[in-house]
């Protein structure tokens, strides 16, 4: 397993809980500008209701509401502008994000603004399990794999040709190529071209039997990791193996391993203009990943350290 992850890291290519948000919730997000205003959003899909009684993203809220720094407020799909109006969002430093089986339903347009806002700084992004495939967390991938290829001047945003999955929201296979990539062509006259094409963000094997995982922490004196110990285990979780289709990530914080030999990238830093996404993987809305101790400090690290980049 080691000689396998050594040898992918080496080749890889490049809280309103009602229908409506209610005006108190709005005012919460508003009061106190020297909190850290995070959203929790959460498809609120039946399923969840088998580990989580209110809903996942209800359930991380109310944790996270413990923290005298925290204004949280937990908004959902089936909200007035699904939850991610204008509004709300311009008054919001962290937005957290669950995602599984409505992802086409937010827009490519929203996600898009989403991540401009991330680049302005106003807003950093954490994508929880299974919104490696939701509309913001796969527009910031394409945005990053873009700004990568362009940074060495190498190329014109006019030569460039971006090539989408040829079928959203597939599992590749452990062969196919990893996305994203890139195929030259020079001319005769030393002017070159390039297909881009876009990370498909996910991965080829998907184990949904809630075996327990073995964290590793790799960067404990990263501030997202402060007060973890060096190796834990999470008692239940969905598995998801390497390689996994992004743009290589800017900072990997701890991994996560499987008794049958998985391994797999699970806390990803990644720098956006001014803003930052980081990609949490465990999870899986019939698992209660979400009330074990340990993930909720990771997650509220997360959110006071990527808060502190904003332009708040």
């Given amino acids: 397993m080691e000689n396998k992850r050594r040898s992918f890291l080496k080749t890889t290519s490049i809280a309103a809980a009602s229908a409506l948000l209610m005006p108190s919730a709005m005012n919460a997000m508003t009061a106190g500008s020297k909190k ?10 039946d399923a ?3 580990a989580y009684d209110n809903f996942l993203g209800n359930c991380i809220a109310d944790q996270l ?5 925290f204004i949280v407020v937990s908004s959902g799909l089936n909200e007035v502008e699904q939850g991610i109006s204008e509004r709300l969002l311009n008054e919001t ?10 992802q086409a339903e937010i827009s490519t347009e929203k996600g898009k603004d989403i991540v401009e806002r991330i680049k302005a700084g106003k807003l950093s992004f954490i994508a929880l399990h299974s919104a490696h495939w939701a509309t913001p967390f796969v527009q910031a991938m394409n945005e990053i ?8 001047g190498t190329f014109k945003e006019e030569d460039l040709k971006f090539i989408s999955p040829t079928k959203q929201y597939t599992i590749p296979k452990y062969d196919t190529r990893i996305t994203p990539y890139v195929i030259e062509r020079k001319f005769p006259d030393g002017h070159k071209t390039a297909t881009v094409h876009l990370p498909i963000c996910c991965f080829p094997s998907v184990r949904n039997d809630g075996k327990p995982s ?24 969905e598995m998801y193996d390497e390689p996994f289709h ?6 990997i914080l701890f991994e996560e391993t499987w008794e049958k030999g998985e391994w797999f990238r699970s806390g990803m830093l990644w720098n956006l203009g001014k803003g930052k996404v980081f990609y949490f ?4 809305e019939t698992f209660p990943v979400f009330k074990e101790e340990k993930v909720i400090q990771i997650l509220s690290n997360a959110a006071r350290w990527m808060a502190s980049g904003t332009n708040r």
């Avoid at 850290?36 to 899909?45: G, M, N, Q, T």
Wanted: proline share 11%.
């Fill in 36 to 45: 850290i205003r995070i959203l929790i959003w959460d498809e609120r899909s």
């Fill in 214 to 237: 073995a964290v590793n922490v790799l960067m404990p004196n990263h501030p997202i990791m402060k007060g973890l110990p060096k190796n834990f285990k999470i008692p239940q979780t």
């Fill in 48 to 50: 969840e209701k088998e």
């Fill in 93 to 102: 430093d962290v937005l957290i994000w669950w995602g599984h089986v409505k």
């Fill in 65 to 69: 509401k413990k923290n005298p720094a």
């Fill in 246 to 251: 992004v743009p290589e990530p800017d900072q």
């Fill in 281 to 284: 993987r465990p999870g899986h």
């Fill in 145 to 152: 794999t873009k700004i990568k290829i362009l940074a060495d």
